[in-house]
Antibody, heavy 120, light 108 residues
Framework: EVQLVESGGGLVQPGGSLRLSCGASGFTFTDYWMSWIRQAPGKGLEWVAN????????YYVDSVKGRFTISRDNAENSLYLQMNSLSPGDTAMYYC?????????????WGQGALVTVSS | DIQMTQSPSTLSASVGDRVTITCRAS??????LAWYQQKPGKAPKLLIY???SLESGVPSRFSGSGSGTEFTLTISCLQPDDFATYYCQQYSSYSEYSFGRGTKLEIK
Protein backbone atom coordinates (compact mmCIF):
# COMPACT_ATOMS: atom_id res chain seq x y z
CA GLU A 1 0.00 0.00 0.00
CA VAL A 2 1.36 3.40 -1.01
CA GLN A 3 1.83 5.69 1.98
CA LEU A 4 3.11 9.23 2.24
CA VAL A 5 3.41 10.67 5.74
CA GLU A 6 4.33 14.30 6.28
CA SER A 7 5.84 15.64 9.49
CA GLY A 8 7.53 18.76 10.77
CA GLY A 9 4.67 21.25 10.56
CA GLY A 10 3.90 23.70 13.32
CA LEU A 11 3.77 27.33 14.41
CA VAL A 12 6.70 29.55 13.41
CA GLN A 13 7.29 33.28 13.66
CA PRO A 14 7.62 35.45 10.56
CA GLY A 15 11.17 35.28 9.27
CA GLY A 16 11.68 31.86 10.78
CA SER A 17 12.47 28.50 9.24
CA LEU A 18 10.89 25.07 9.20
CA ARG A 19 11.77 21.76 7.59
CA LEU A 20 9.04 19.42 6.42
CA SER A 21 9.66 15.73 5.90
CA CYS A 22 7.69 13.15 3.96
CA GLY A 23 8.27 9.45 4.52
CA ALA A 24 7.35 7.22 1.60
CA SER A 25 6.54 3.52 1.60
CA GLY A 26 4.79 0.91 -0.48
CA PHE A 27 6.47 1.80 -3.78
CA THR A 28 9.92 2.19 -5.32
CA PHE A 29 10.73 5.75 -4.30
CA THR A 30 13.53 6.15 -6.85
CA ASP A 31 11.12 5.59 -9.76
CA TYR A 32 9.16 8.78 -9.11
CA TRP A 33 9.35 12.53 -9.33
CA MET A 34 7.97 13.95 -6.09
CA SER A 35 6.14 17.21 -5.42
CA TRP A 36 5.09 19.52 -2.64
CA ILE A 37 1.69 21.21 -2.98
CA ARG A 38 0.15 23.60 -0.47
CA GLN A 39 -3.29 24.90 0.38
CA ALA A 40 -3.88 28.03 2.43
CA PRO A 41 -6.86 27.84 4.81
CA GLY A 42 -10.08 28.02 2.80
CA LYS A 43 -8.19 28.50 -0.46
CA GLY A 44 -7.23 26.47 -3.51
CA LEU A 45 -4.27 24.27 -4.31
CA GLU A 46 -0.87 25.71 -5.20
CA TRP A 47 1.99 23.63 -6.58
CA VAL A 48 5.15 24.55 -4.67
CA ALA A 49 8.05 22.46 -5.93
CA ASN A 50 9.09 19.17 -7.49
CA UNK A 51 12.23 17.06 -7.73
CA UNK A 52 13.45 14.45 -10.17
CA UNK A 53 14.12 10.86 -9.19
CA UNK A 54 17.87 11.40 -8.69
CA UNK A 55 17.54 14.95 -7.35
CA UNK A 56 19.29 16.43 -10.40
CA UNK A 57 16.34 18.67 -11.34
CA UNK A 58 14.32 20.82 -8.99
CA TYR A 59 11.68 23.42 -9.78
CA TYR A 60 9.79 25.95 -7.70
CA VAL A 61 6.82 28.27 -7.94
CA ASP A 62 8.04 31.86 -8.23
CA SER A 63 6.70 32.87 -4.79
CA VAL A 64 9.08 30.51 -2.96
CA LYS A 65 12.19 30.67 -5.15
CA GLY A 66 15.25 31.53 -3.09
CA ARG A 67 13.47 30.73 0.18
CA PHE A 68 12.42 27.09 -0.10
CA THR A 69 14.58 24.09 -0.99
CA ILE A 70 13.24 20.69 -1.99
CA SER A 71 15.46 17.66 -1.49
CA ARG A 72 15.24 13.90 -1.17
CA ASP A 73 17.14 11.05 0.44
CA ASN A 74 16.60 7.99 -1.70
CA ALA A 75 18.33 5.74 0.80
CA GLU A 76 15.78 6.79 3.42
CA ASN A 77 12.77 7.01 1.05
CA SER A 78 12.23 10.56 2.25
CA LEU A 79 11.32 13.90 0.72
CA TYR A 80 12.06 17.23 2.38
CA LEU A 81 11.09 20.87 2.10
CA GLN A 82 13.34 23.39 3.84
CA MET A 83 11.44 26.64 4.26
CA ASN A 84 13.29 29.83 5.19
CA SER A 85 12.25 33.48 5.56
CA LEU A 86 8.68 32.41 6.19
CA SER A 87 5.87 34.96 6.02
CA PRO A 88 2.19 34.76 6.99
CA GLY A 89 1.40 34.14 3.31
CA ASP A 90 3.14 30.77 3.61
CA THR A 91 0.55 29.57 6.14
CA ALA A 92 -0.97 26.46 4.60
CA MET A 93 -1.41 22.74 4.68
CA TYR A 94 1.58 21.27 2.86
CA TYR A 95 1.08 18.00 1.00
CA CYS A 96 3.74 15.76 -0.45
CA UNK A 97 2.74 13.82 -3.51
CA UNK A 98 4.04 11.12 -5.80
CA UNK A 99 4.16 11.96 -9.50
CA UNK A 100 3.17 9.03 -11.69
CA UNK A 101 5.54 8.70 -14.68
CA UNK A 102 3.16 6.77 -16.94
CA UNK A 103 0.58 9.51 -16.37
CA UNK A 104 3.01 12.16 -17.50
CA UNK A 105 4.08 12.88 -13.93
CA UNK A 106 0.94 14.20 -12.34
CA UNK A 107 0.34 13.45 -8.68
CA UNK A 108 -1.53 10.20 -8.09
CA UNK A 109 -0.95 9.74 -4.33
CA TRP A 110 -0.93 12.46 -1.71
CA GLY A 111 -0.12 12.46 1.97
CA GLN A 112 -2.55 13.79 4.54
CA GLY A 113 -0.62 17.03 4.91
CA ALA A 114 1.40 19.00 7.44
CA LEU A 115 0.03 22.30 8.71
CA VAL A 116 2.39 25.24 8.75
CA THR A 117 1.26 28.39 10.55
CA VAL A 118 3.36 31.54 10.30
CA SER A 119 2.34 34.03 12.95
CA SER A 120 3.77 36.17 15.70
CA ASP B 1 3.52 31.17 -16.46
CA ILE B 2 0.55 29.08 -17.54
CA GLN B 3 -2.68 30.32 -15.97
CA MET B 4 -5.62 27.98 -15.51
CA THR B 5 -9.06 29.58 -15.54
CA GLN B 6 -11.66 27.25 -14.06
CA SER B 7 -15.42 27.85 -14.19
CA PRO B 8 -17.82 28.05 -12.59
CA SER B 9 -16.44 28.69 -9.11
CA THR B 10 -19.63 27.30 -7.58
CA LEU B 11 -22.15 24.92 -9.09
CA SER B 12 -25.48 23.92 -7.55
CA ALA B 13 -26.97 20.66 -8.78
CA SER B 14 -29.19 17.77 -7.75
CA VAL B 15 -28.58 14.06 -7.45
CA GLY B 16 -28.97 12.55 -10.91
CA ASP B 17 -27.97 15.71 -12.77
CA ARG B 18 -25.30 15.87 -15.44
CA VAL B 19 -22.76 18.61 -14.74
CA THR B 20 -19.78 20.04 -16.58
CA ILE B 21 -16.80 22.00 -15.25
CA THR B 22 -14.52 23.86 -17.60
CA CYS B 23 -10.84 24.71 -17.44
CA ARG B 24 -9.08 27.01 -19.87
CA ALA B 25 -5.29 27.24 -20.13
CA SER B 26 -3.52 30.46 -21.09
CA UNK B 27 -1.52 28.50 -23.67
CA UNK B 28 -1.49 25.04 -25.16
CA UNK B 29 -0.68 22.31 -22.62
CA UNK B 30 -0.62 19.38 -25.07
CA UNK B 31 -3.31 17.53 -23.16
CA UNK B 32 -1.37 17.37 -19.90
CA LEU B 33 -4.42 18.09 -17.80
CA ALA B 34 -5.62 16.35 -14.65
CA TRP B 35 -8.74 16.65 -12.51
CA TYR B 36 -8.87 16.20 -8.74
CA GLN B 37 -11.70 15.90 -6.24
CA GLN B 38 -11.26 17.22 -2.72
CA LYS B 39 -13.54 16.81 0.27
CA PRO B 40 -13.26 18.94 3.42
CA GLY B 41 -10.29 18.01 5.58
CA LYS B 42 -8.98 15.49 3.07
CA ALA B 43 -6.17 15.38 0.54
CA PRO B 44 -7.15 15.71 -3.12
CA LYS B 45 -7.95 12.55 -5.06
CA LEU B 46 -6.91 12.08 -8.67
CA LEU B 47 -9.86 11.45 -11.00
CA ILE B 48 -8.61 12.02 -14.54
CA TYR B 49 -5.13 12.33 -16.06
CA UNK B 50 -3.90 13.17 -19.55
CA UNK B 51 -7.22 14.96 -20.32
CA UNK B 52 -9.43 11.88 -20.51
CA SER B 53 -7.82 8.85 -18.83
CA LEU B 54 -9.78 7.62 -15.83
CA GLU B 55 -7.76 6.82 -12.72
CA SER B 56 -8.17 3.27 -11.46
CA GLY B 57 -11.15 2.88 -9.15
CA VAL B 58 -12.86 6.10 -10.23
CA PRO B 59 -16.49 5.58 -11.31
CA SER B 60 -17.19 5.75 -15.02
CA ARG B 61 -19.71 8.57 -14.53
CA PHE B 62 -16.63 10.84 -14.45
CA SER B 63 -15.17 11.73 -17.81
CA GLY B 64 -12.75 14.29 -19.20
CA SER B 65 -12.33 15.80 -22.62
CA GLY B 66 -10.71 18.66 -24.43
CA SER B 67 -7.66 19.73 -26.37
CA GLY B 68 -5.42 22.69 -26.89
CA THR B 69 -6.47 25.12 -24.19
CA GLU B 70 -10.07 24.06 -23.41
CA PHE B 71 -10.88 21.12 -21.15
CA THR B 72 -13.95 19.79 -19.40
CA LEU B 73 -14.83 17.43 -16.59
CA THR B 74 -18.28 15.88 -16.84
CA ILE B 75 -20.13 13.95 -14.18
CA SER B 76 -22.93 12.12 -15.96
CA CYS B 77 -25.27 11.29 -13.10
CA LEU B 78 -24.48 12.99 -9.83
CA GLN B 79 -24.34 10.84 -6.74
CA PRO B 80 -24.43 12.10 -3.14
CA ASP B 81 -20.74 11.28 -2.73
CA ASP B 82 -19.81 13.61 -5.63
CA PHE B 83 -20.53 16.86 -3.80
CA ALA B 84 -17.05 18.22 -3.27
CA THR B 85 -14.57 20.71 -4.72
CA TYR B 86 -12.94 19.94 -8.05
CA TYR B 87 -9.61 21.26 -9.36
CA CYS B 88 -7.94 21.08 -12.72
CA GLN B 89 -4.15 20.96 -12.95
CA GLN B 90 -1.87 21.46 -15.93
CA TYR B 91 1.46 19.66 -15.89
CA SER B 92 2.86 20.41 -19.31
CA SER B 93 6.29 21.39 -18.02
CA TYR B 94 8.13 20.15 -14.94
CA SER B 95 9.11 23.72 -14.13
CA GLU B 96 5.62 25.15 -13.78
CA TYR B 97 2.70 23.01 -12.74
CA SER B 98 -0.43 24.98 -11.87
CA PHE B 99 -3.97 24.48 -10.64
CA GLY B 100 -7.28 26.10 -11.42
CA ARG B 101 -8.99 27.94 -8.56
CA GLY B 102 -11.51 25.19 -7.97
CA THR B 103 -15.22 24.52 -8.44
CA LYS B 104 -17.35 23.83 -5.40
CA LEU B 105 -20.17 21.46 -6.33
CA GLU B 106 -23.09 21.99 -3.97
CA ILE B 107 -26.40 20.25 -3.46
CA LYS B 108 -29.30 22.29 -4.84
Amino acid sequence: EVQLVESGGGLVQPGGSLRLSCGASGFTFTDYWMSWIRQAPGKGLEWVANIKQDGSEKYYVDSVKGRFTISRDNAENSLYLQMNSLSPGDTAMYYCARDRPDYGDTSDYWGQGALVTVSS
Amino acid sequence: DIQMTQSPSTLSASVGDRVTITCRASQSISGWLAWYQQKPGKAPKLLIYKTSSLESGVPSRFSGSGSGTEFTLTISCLQPDDFATYYCQQYSSYSEYSFGRGTKLEIK
